[in-house]
């Protein structure tokens, strides 16, 4: 059973803010969310985590609302190297990766 | 900053053949994890150590074994080479202190 849902795919143009919902209805307590960017045939790289309300780092924010059954994933004026999978993941100890969403960036 | 290696890059076996992939985690971390990513798939996770020790499993076939070495850095060593092991290799390492998990850039294995 998928721990998380997100979209399969996302369109946007250059200069957009994207916004990714993931939805993590069974999140355990002790569980984080973390987000993980993968370019074609590179390891995943490590965006931003967070445990509740929001967290902001350089490249993206994180908002997880309080009871935790979803989070959004929000990328500030993407540009086309923001194109993209995105994982949502729960990580616990090891990270299970379902199918991640494929956001394509356009000029 | 230093980030998490793996060796070689590329890899091109027959079937049947063996092959020994490496990765050299992140200094100060104990934790490694290996990853399978198939064509057009998404990661599964194969199996993880802490402190040189197996710490979980995933979905690695038992033709697969690896170990954590003293150092840290670990081995995923794969027997009988079969087609469908062609897939892209990743090696993540994460502290105690920190749950994140680190990626390294991969092993591309190609089953001829």
């Known amino acids: 059973l998928a721990k998380t849902t997100q979209p399969i795919s996302m369109d946007s143009y250059e200069g957009q803010e994207v916004n990714i919902t993931c939805s993590h209805n069974?999140?355990?307590?002790?569980?984080?969310i973390t987000w993980y960017q993968q370019f074609p045939s590179q390891g995943p790289r490590f965006i931003i985590q967070?445990?509740?309300t929001k967290v902001t780092n350089e490249v993206a924010s994180l908002f997880i609302p309080a009871d935790r059954k979803s989070s959004t994933l929000s990328l500030p004026r993407v540009s086309l190297s923001d194109t993209a999978v995105y994982y949502c993941?729960?990580?616990?100890?090891?990270?299970?990766f379902g199918a991640g969403t494929t956001v394509t960036v356009r000029a | 900053a230093a980030g998490v290696i793996q060796s070689p890059r590329h890899l091109i076996k027959e079937k049947r053949e063996t092959a020994t992939l490496k990765c050299y985690p992140i200094?100060?971390?104990?934790?490694v994890y290996w990853y399978q990513q198939g064509p057009g798939q998404d990661p599964q996770f194969l199996i993880s150590?802490?402190?040189?020790?197996?710490?979980d499993k995933g979905s690695i076939p038992d033709r697969f074994s690896a170990q954590q070495f003293s150092d840290y850095h670990s081995e995923l060593n794969m027997s009988s080479l079969e087609l469908g092991d062609s897939a892209l290799y990743f090696c993540?390492?994460?502290?105690?202190?920190?749950?994140?998990?680190?990626f390294g850039a991969g092993t591309r294995l190609s089953v001829l």
């Open positions: 993540a390492s994460r502290s105690r202190s920190k749950n994140i998990q680190y």
């Open positions: 069974n999140i355990a307590t002790n569980d984080y």
């Open positions: 967070g445990y509740k």
């Open positions: 993941l729960l990580n616990d100890y090891k990270l299970s």
């Open positions: 200094p100060r971390h104990d934790t």
């Open positions: 150590f802490y402190e040189k020790m197996q710490s």
